[in-house]
């Protein structure tokens, strides 16, 4: 495949991991946390891992969409599916994510309307294809799908299309981040930033990580090569010393972001005071909800949800795996009570979720050299 | 120790402590570069007491049958052990073959039946009604049988066109012509509208064991080779772009034949040196290898590189996010031979008309076992497991 192979190519990963090794001071222990989920899904499918010594050590952070999303959400989403004459929408992911009392796939046995869409742009077409129903779109996801969703409700406006809606549990990256670095759990030597949140915000926004906390960031893409590059990066900036922002996706992601993309979100969101995440608690200003202007659309508005907290089962340590303290099999629960296919925390759910990649590609003993 | 350590070892929020915090195997790893430290003694434990409990027999604790359950992964196994198998008592239904062996006076007889709901009717490379053969003629082919007899049973919703109807009996017959089996019996029911898509069909084929096939889910042993008979995922992605639900268009067509040439040139070249065949239907090939390397207690490693995919069809999948080792495929089967015999029944297989792109993909081995691992392309290693929920309804 043109435009995908050439970053797949396993000559090239050779040479990077040849770097790699030249780079690592003997005996010291790194750890790097990949932000992205998309990254951690990556890293277990190609076997990254295999490619580094057993002292570069990659931890799994919190930028999975759908791994942030707490219960008391998914019982707000169950709870409005059932109110009268709704046809709820929402990816496919998040059909599985077990609230307090079922997923919603369990609602939709239990007879809801609930479809899954690709894009929200689907969740309209449905209300225009139903105009007798009301049709709500559950919008999840960090600044990577939110200008997706704001341009969605832009089009909802301008078409007059008044039977749409949206429930809005979009989630901003820096917050959780902060609260991360803030977090005495946790000793990090870098991290690779997320690629896909940073085609719309840029890789400026991640400068305080080097400037507050003293750590070099590299954004990077999500295939295997530029992973094993952002790494060389950070490697390279720690030897010599260095800690700042280098962006490593340069051919996706421009510097300053995709301004336009930011306008529209801008006028569509405001931030909420404080937002709930899954394992992490209430993180001020880390949540999106919809402006005044398109409050109409708003779903919380337009119909009561319970807007009930539900505390995590308490098996589950979704919050520590999504911190990167623990590794995914260090969760009581992993793999025994936990399993893709009956899932108690998200991380099992969402192919981005660091159970779920460990689970499902990286349960095995593989054997690494240290250096 | 590096002070990394320490931070990390750290009582965690929930107050749950690493018990071995301090244990000596990772530390002789980091205080003697170059060694060779495996994963640390907790997580292969861990890893241990994981596989101890996926091989337990499963239950099935559903409420409410689901899309799942059909999809020929791990629920569906779920389903067939835990409540068929033990319901019915039958040793040649536990085996779990594609099709039963039963024999009279000395005769081996294969026998298996299949229903065919596939969405739609009509796809590029071929119809529901050629399926309906192909496919249970397939499952008497891997387990060693020369097709002989085939039960036709249909299930039409009120309203089907005739033409339609007329159609799939043309391609019925077409396809078992092709095929060297002979229509015996059959059945045929009406429902009202709404209550079936179009048309069912249900077909049981009866075969005749071929005397040089030696086979057996349970015979697969560490160092035999694994074949693969053609490129794969073709029929699961030409019915996706065949729905139009993803604004896709690409030249893919199912792969819809009988596999009874392959296997005959398979019995002919290798006989007894063939361990066991499975023809990678829904699931695909990763569900047919896991549930060897289950029922065998055996790791098969695949070589990622060596599995032949057009590029059509690995460019949709691409897009879609979907890895075509699952894809289901209705005219492709993968050979467990013996080390000695596989290069020959490789070449016979290559020979086969549709089976020129037939590789050798991968071989089995001791450890870990139950569990399968591919050597991806890039040069890292993962485990490729069951199939969980249902990616795409329908396809068969």
Known sequence: MKYVDEYRDADLGRALSGEILSLVEPGRHYKVMEVCGGHTHSIYKYGVDDLLPANVELVHGPGCPVCVIPMGRVDDGIALAHEEGVIFTCFGDMMRVPGSNGSLLEARAAGADIRMVYSPLDALRIAKENPDREVVFFAIGFETTAPSTALTLKRARAEGVTNFSCMCSHVTIVPPLRALLESPDLRLDGFIGPGHVSTVVGARPFEFIPADYGKPVAVAGFEPL?????????????????????????????????????????????????????????????????????????????????????????????????????????????????????????????????????????????????? | MTSDRVTSDAQSASGYQRPDAAGPGQDAGQDAPRSTPAISDREQKILGIIETARGKRAKF??????????????????????????????????????????????????????????????????????????????????????????????????????????????????????????????????????????????????????????????????????????????????????????????????????????????????????????????????????????????????????????????????????????????????????????EDALRALKAVPGCEDAAEIGEVRTEPPGMVLVQTSFGGRRVMDQLVGDPLPRIC
């Open chain 1, 226 to 371: 530029d992973i094993l590059q952002a790494i060389v990066m950070i490697l390279r900036q720690l030897a010599e010393g260095r800690c700042e922002v280098e962006n490593q996706y340069k051919r996706v992601v421009p510097y300053e972001g995709n301004t336009r993309a930011l306008e529209v979100m801008a006028e569509v969101f405001e931030l909420r005071p404080h937002f709930e995440w899954r394992g992490l608690g209430f993180i001020s200003h880390s949540g999106l909800k919809l402006s005044e202007a398109y409050g109409d659309l708003d779903a919380e508005r337009r119909f009561s949800v319970p807007g009930v907290r539900v505390a995590d089962p308490k098996a589950c340590q979704c919050g520590e795996v999504l911190k990167g303290v623990i590794k995914p099999w260090e969760c009581k629960v992993f793999g025994t009570a936990c399993t893709p296919e009956r899932p108690i925390g998200t991380c099992m759910v969402s192919s981005e979720g660091a159970c779920a990649a460990y689970y499902n590609y990286g349960r095995f003993a593989r054997e690494r050299e240290v250096v």
């Open chain 2, 61 to 342: 604790r559903d409420e409410k049958i689901n899309m799942a359950h059909g999809a020929g992964g791990k629920a569906t196994q779920t389903l067939i052990e835990a409540v068929f198998v033990p319901a019915f008592g039958s040793e040649t239904l536990g085996e779990m073959g594609d099709a039963g062996i039963v024999e009279i006076k000395g005769l081996q007889l294969a026998i298996t039946t299949d229903s065919y709901v596939v969405k739609p009717l009509r796809f590029p490379g071929g119809s529901i009604g050629e399926l309906a053969v192909n496919g249970t003629v397939n499952d008497l082919a891997v387990s060693g049988a020369r097709p002989v007899a085939l039960t036709l049973s249909l299930v039409l919703e009120e309203g089907l066109p005739a033409e339609d109807l007329r159609r799939e009996v043309e391609a019925i017959a077409a396809a078992a012509q092709d095929a060297g089996i002979e229509i015996v019996a059959g059945d045929t029911k009406v429902v009202e509208r709404g209550h079936a898509d179009g048309m069912y069909v249900c077909t049981t084929g009866l075969g005749r064991r071929d005397p040089r096939a030696e086979l057996s889910p349970s015979a697969v042993r560490p160092g035999d080779r694994i074949l693969l008979s053609g490129s794969i995922g073709e029929h699961g992605t030409a019915i996706m772009l065949a729905r139009g639900e993803f604004e896709l268009d690409a030249e893919i067509e199912s792969d819809t034949r009988s596999l009874w040439p392959a296997v005959d040139a398979l019995l002919e070249s290798a006989g007894s040196h063939l361990r066991c065949m499975r023809d990678a239907t829904r699931g695909g090939v990763a569900s047919v290898l896991n549930e060897i390397a289950r029922s065998s207690a055996v790791a098969i490693v695949v070589r990622e590189r060596d599995v032949p995919v057009q590029p059509a069809v690995a460019g949709a999948a691409e897009i879609l996010g979907i890895d075509p080792m699952y894809v289901a495929n209705e005219g492709k089967m993968l050979v467990f031979v013996a080390p000695e015999a596989a």
